[in-house]
């Protein structure tokens, strides 16, 4: 009950905050409903102890931090403030003699997703005027394991994990997106080289299908497209690297390249206008999504956020923005029960198929904080 009374309190303060209709340019009705899912993911799936979200996974654990702290940029509230340094993923950067190496487990991806979160965080604790340094210094270091995990396999390419049985799409858009978001942050060059060097390899790579989405990944026999699914997050992910990439070389080609896979998402992974993955079932009995899968749609529009931060277009901003408003209010009729945990399916009702996890309701609360930065603001 004490807590129940300290998120409540905590929340009037936010809606308090918000009541003059717009934080900057943030819609205050949407984030204040993600405030409200933010709520809850922490009060039902974190664990305090473990620093860890109940039932979830290293990599969605980083996804989650990630949000939190670009809810809290975004609302300027602090409602999370603690979360960062207690959690397993914060004290492990905290730590100066973290062997990232064994921390990773070999897994290239994941270790992406925690660099991403690390920036995240410092980028909150910088505009609080703390220090942020350690997180930055944290993801510098897995940074570095990623750049070395590059080789000439498939004509180039980072491995999907220290095994090399497996170079992927989204290993490889992650470290087009690290490169060049850590070049705008370093100028260091060498970042930018890499970028530079991932753009040509992927795009080159025949991943990308003629629909204009990205597959899973590569046959390693044939080097070749191996047809797997096209998921929602690897068509926004190589959209946001690029946007970093046109930040730090102004070249407007690459935002017409990163909205090939942005308009073939909303063209072909969409039912009636919402996001839907081919393993989303809004009625039980049939196929369900794992517990990667309910991330990935909101993973999409965080990073569609993100391309459009680097844009800075206000037509090209104006071309997603009702897409990302669509995505807010089916969840609020679809996907949202009275607690404000979101399930992992927004195109319709649930009807015993929606899952709830974690991801699932990170990924509605990543949905609700891009459409309050780039939706039509709604009450």
């Known amino acids: 009950m004490a807590m129940m009374l300290i998120i409540s309190s905590t929340l009037l303060v936010a809606v308090a905050a918000l009541q003059a209709g717009v934080v900057g340019q943030q819609c205050a009705t949407t984030l204040g409903n993600a405030t409200l899912v933010a709520n809850e993911l922490q009060l039902h799936y974190y664990n305090a102890s473990t620093g860890q979200y109940n039932n979830g996974e290293l990599w969605t654990d980083a996804n989650s931090l990630e949000d939190l702290h670009n809810l809290m940029l975004a609302t300027g509230n602090d409602d999370y403030h603690n979360v960062a340094d207690s959690s397993y993923i914060g004290k492990a950067a905290l730590d100066p003699n973290t062997d990232w190496t064994k921390f990773l487990g070999g897994s290239n991806d994941d270790a992406q997703w925690i660099i991403l979160a690390l920036w995240k965080i410092a980028d909150y604790k910088t505009a609080r005027g703390q220090d942020g340094n350690a997180y930055i210094s944290s993801a510098a270091k897995i940074y570095d394991i990623i750049a070395g995990q590059w080789d000439g396999t498939c004509g180039g390419g980072v491995w999907w994990s220290t095994d090399h049985t497996y170079k992927n799409a989204i290993t490889n858009e992650l470290f087009l ?7 705008l942050r370093t100028r260091n060059e060498t970042y930018l080289d890499n970028a ?11 991943m990308r299908g ?13 080097c070749q497209n ?13 959209a946001s690297g690029l946007g970093a990439l046109y930040a730090a070389t102004s070249n407007t080609s690459l935002l017409d390249q990163a909205e090939v896979s942005l308009d073939a998402t909303m063209n072909s992974l969409t039912y009636n206008g919402i996001l839907r993955e081919s393993c989303d079932l809004a009625t039980a009995g049939g196929a369900t999504c794992d517990h990667d899968q309910q991330i990935f749609k909101g993973i999409w529009t965080k990073h569609v956020q993100y391309y459009l931060d680097n844009a800075n277009d206000a037509s090209r901003t104006t071309k997603y923005s ?58």
């Open 210 to 222: 003629s629909s204009g989405l990205f597959n899973d990944g590569l046959e390693l026999a044939t």
């Open 177 to 183: 997106l690290t490169s060049a978001a850590g070049y």
């Open 226 to 238: 191996n047809g797997q699914t096209t998921w929602t997050y690897n068509q926004a992910v190589v």
């Open 322 to 379: 009702d897409f990302l408003g669509s995505q807010y209010s089916s969840i609020l009729h679809n996907a949202i029960n009275p607690a404000h945990d979101v399930g992992s399916v927004w195109y319709a009702a649930d009807e015993g198929g929606s899952q709830w996890s974690p991801e699932a309701s990170a990924s509605g609360l990543e949905a609700f904080i891009s459409a309050g930065k780039y939706g039509p603001c709604q009450t």
């Open 196 to 206: 530079n060097k991932e753009w040509t390899w992927l795009s080159a790579s025949g």
